[in-house]
């Protein structure tokens, strides 16, 4: 048996080796354990000013509707704080920078006695993290009414930020952009998507136990309790069933079955840093036509022909190889 601290600390200590050198932000939830893992795992980094922790909270029990209204008013808000620089020649991003470094606010609670308090959990309040968090004004990445923490921040504005109260709003202009800055890029939106995505496919890699936000606890049977089953698994799936697929460089006179011909005339590229789109002639003649391996290996159709079929059962195949014996995998589907 091990405790939890240390298969965090794991984790991270190969998160750490797979990274190469140089600056990293990690942006992590509120999880109890990881405060006191991240210190003493990128203790080096931090000394180097190579390293920053961002740790964010937001309201997962939103419903859609609740989501979109929310999304509404955050879009009026900009495009009526845009017009302020509308004799100026500001790009979206940086637009959107300079609205939340206007509107973000101390994030606060409200204690058992009504009067204001932090926001963060238990896990923040050492006297070695500041004890300032903000309430994003951004309503993006399906995110919202996120509030973001500093934990770890480089030393020119951690001496800062250290001397201020958790209901007080930062009034230096330099500390004030720094947080704008990390506060609008704080997210685990890309990780977010990928492992709901991976957990709709792959029924192994569900939470066994696990409290779901909207169904509520639930028991996957067959799930991996053992770490290194579903590190196996998580190998399969990425080599043969993952969603990626290389856009090699296909020649003029190649008209394998594996490409298609490029219809003549223009296409839209937008101009980096703006919404700006501009049509130029297209080059290409031939392109490859996008399979995923899946696609390759014959488990599901191309697109534009019939409707995809969903992907084997690896919990059947792993659990159950009798009732597949003998079979090729990709030949087998589950209703």
Same mark, same amino acid.
């Given at each position: ?25 990690? #942006?992590?939830?509120?999880? &109890? ?32 509707p609740k989501v979109q ?59 070695? @993290? ?47 952009? &720094? ?14 998507? @990928? ?14 136990? !696990?409290?779901?936000?909207?169904? !509520?606890?639930? @028991?996957?049977? !067959?799930? &991996? ?9 998580? =190998? ?9 697929d290389a856009r090699s ?8 079955? =594996?490409?298609? &011909? ?24 031939? #392109? ?19 409707s995809p079929r969903k ?21 087998? @589907?589950? !209703?």
């Open positions: 048996m091990t405790r939890d601290a240390y298969t965090k600390a794991a984790h991270l200590a190969l998160l750490k080796e797979m990274l190469p050198e140089g600056r990293m932000t990690l #942006v992590s939830e509120q999880e &109890a354990l990881i405060a006191q893992t991240v210190p003493h795992i990128f203790r080096d980094h931090i000394l180097a000013d190579r390293f920053e922790w961002l740790a964010i909270a937001f309201d997962k029990e939103a419903t859609k209204h929310r999304v509404g008013v955050f879009r009026s808000n900009l495009m009526q704080f845009r017009q302020s620089y509308a004799s100026q020649d500001v790009s979206d991003w940086e637009m959107l920078e300079l609205f939340v470094e206007h509107s973000m606010t101390p994030a606060t609670s409200s204690t058992r006695s009504g009067a204001p308090g932090p926001a963060h959990g238990a896990t923040f309040e050492s006297w070695a @993290f500041p004890q300032l968090w903000i309430s994003s004004p951004a309503e993006i990445a399906g995110e919202t009414q996120k509030i973001v923490g500093f934990p770890i921040l480089s030393p020119r504005y951690r001496s800062q930020l250290r001397l201020l109260p958790f209901d007080a709003s930062p009034t230096d202009p330099e500390l004030r952009a &720094a947080l704008a800055r990390r506060v609008l890029r704080a997210t685990i939106q890309p990780t977010s998507t @990928f492992f709901n995505a991976l957990r709709t496919r792959l029924a192994l890699a569900g939470r066994a136990g !696990g409290r779901s936000t909207r169904n !509520g606890p639930s @028991f996957v049977s !067959g799930a &991996a309790y053992n770490p290194r089953v579903l590190i196996a698994v998580l =190998n399969i799936y990425r080599i043969y069933y993952n969603w990626f460089y296909v020649s003029e006179l190649n008209e394998s079955d =594996n490409t298609e &011909a490029v219809s003549p005339g223009t296409t839209a590229k937008r101009v980096p840093g703006s919404s700006d789109r501009i049509s130029i002639p297209k080059q290409r003649k031939r #392109v490859s036509i996008k399979e995923t391996p899946a696609m390759r290996l014959g488990l599901q159709d191309r697109s534009g022909t019939k992907a084997p059962d690896l919990h059947r195949v792993l659990y159950k190889p009798w009732i597949l014996y003998g079979t090729p995998i990709w030949t087998r @589907f589950e !209703g």
